[in-house]
């Protein structure tokens, strides 16, 4: 179970999270996802590194939810 720090809609059709995992943050994007999550949930993720403006950076790219 994750919680749910913050979310916000990317480009009218993602969802870019920010999470925290056994007390870590943690960023992470729902690609297709436009409704909000609960503030805990259960996810299906896989770890992606993620590169963007020359920074290398590990995130969630989520998959699935049990909600």
């Known amino acids: 179970e994750l919680e749910v ?7 009218e059709k993602h969802m870019s999270l920010k999470l925290k995992h056994q007390g870590q943050a ?8 436009t409704e909000p999550l609960p503030p805990r949930a259960v996810l299906a993720f896989r770890l ?5 403006q020359g920074q290398r950076r ?3 790219l989520v998959e699935g939810a049990a909600l």
């Not at 720090?5 to 480009?11: F, G, K, Y």
């Open 58 to 60: 590990v995130r969630f």
């Open 26 to 33: 943690i960023d992470g994007i729902w690609f297709g996802r």
């Open 5 to 11: 720090v913050s979310q916000r809609l990317v480009a």
């Open 48 to 52: 992606e590194a993620d590169e963007w």
